[in-house]
């Protein structure tokens, strides 16, 4: 039987986990003296850019499109 208790624990645990990830961050940063650098929301898009564009003809050829790619220099 799933208890209410053990989702407020995974969700405690979740907290920790983000908030450990922002305090190595912020540990990071003051003892490089850097500032924080947003880096995007496709960062990790653009580094792998051919797995991405890959995965993306996969898909559409798995959903029944005929995909032709020319790539813009």
């Not at 624990?9 to 908030?19: C, I, L, S």
């Amino acid at each position: 039987m799933v208890s209410g208790n053990n989702e407020s624990t995974g969700k405690k645990r979740a907290e920790v986990a983000v908030g450990l990830r922002i305090l190595t961050i912020v540990y990071h940063l003051l003892n490089k003296r850097q500032l924080y650098v947003e880096l995007g929301a496709d960062y990790f898009d653009q580094r792998k850019k051919e797995i991405v564009l890959k995965q993306s003809i996969k898909r559409l050829v798995v959903l029944g499109c005929k995909v032709t790619v020319e790539l813009i220099a």
